[in-house]
């Protein structure tokens, strides 16, 4: 199982942008499908974006178009880039991997958004 570490997380003023990090500690990150997902409180933890291997990607609706995932593979990390931010997008957020061998997932323990006025 990969242990995986987030920031970046913070409180921010609706309109603005926030950039989360998630650093892997596995050498083999590179075959791990990553992802972020986020849980207001409350309510389910649901998906917010997805990036395969081999760079494929999956965007949930509610934030397409306003954030962007990334990954360098050389850094172990992956990126969820948040632009024009939402009220709506306040929750914790959590890194997520898949080891696209295996199938065992990762998770880490949560970056807190709060994007308030």
């Known amino acids: 199982q990969m242990q995986l570490v987030e920031s970046g997380g913070g409180l921010v003023q609706p309109g603005e942008s926030l950039t989360l990090s998630c650093v892997g500690s596995?050498?083999?990150?590179?075959?791990?499908?990553m992802g972020w997902y986020r849980q207001a409180p409350g309510k389910q933890r649901d998906l917010v974006a997805t990036i395969g291997p081999g760079g494929y990607i999956t965007v949930a609706d509610s934030v397409k178009g306003r954030f962007y995932i990334s990954r360098d593979n050389a850094k172990n990390t992956v990126y969820l880039q948040m632009n024009e931010l939402k009220s709506e997008d306040t929750a914790l957020y959590y890194c997520?991997?898949?080891?696209?061998?295996?199938?065992?997932?990762?998770w880490g323990t949560g970056t807190q958004v709060t994007v308030s006025s």
């Open positions: 596995k050498s083999i990150f590179s075959i791990y499908t």
């Open positions: 997520y991997g898949l080891n696209s061998l295996t199938r065992a997932t990762s």
